[in-house]
Nanobody, 124 residues
Framework: VQLVESGGGMVQPGGSLRLSCAASGFTFSSYAMSWVRQVPGKGPEWVSVINSGGGTYYGDSVAGRFTISRDNAKSTLFLEMNSLKPEDTALYYC???????????????????WGQGTQVTVSS
């Protein structure tokens, strides 16, 4: 299993970025996939998850600004981030969920594989 994130960078407040996560080594379409972010000195923060059927869930801090999506034909996960704020600055990881996702377990840290992360910095 390999997960490789890309698309991070530096952007001004109010700007946008699109993150990608290229997956390989497993049947991508069969798994729920998450985005998780982490700031140095703090624990991981769940951002969003998309289940194998395309259902999506978002953390309170990003709902309405971020959009998660997937292209199963290309085994790629995306995170479209709009109206970025300085507090969105973090290392962003994609992670594979072990189990199926529903509204009751969307936030659970039930991951078995992670990528190496891509840095997002929001600053003027």
């Amino acid at each position: 299993v390999q997960l490789v994130e890309s698309g991070g960078g530096m952007v001004q407040p109010g700007g946008s970025l699109r993150l990608s996560c290229a997956a390989s080594g497993f049947t991508f379409s069969s798994y729920a996939m998450s985005w998780v972010r982490q700031v140095p000195g703090k624990g991981p923060e769940w951002v969003s998850v998309i289940n194998s059927g395309g259902g999506t869930y978002y953390g309170d801090s990003v709902a309405g600004r971020f959009t998660i999506s997937r292209d199963n034909a290309k085994s790629t996960l995306f995170l479209e981030m709009n109206s970025l704020k300085p507090e969105d600055t973090a290392l962003y990881y994609c992670a594979r969920r072990r189990s199926r996702v529903n509204r009751y377990n969307a936030r659970d840290p039930d991951y078995d594989y992670w990528g190496q992360g891509t840095q997002v910095t929001v600053s003027s």
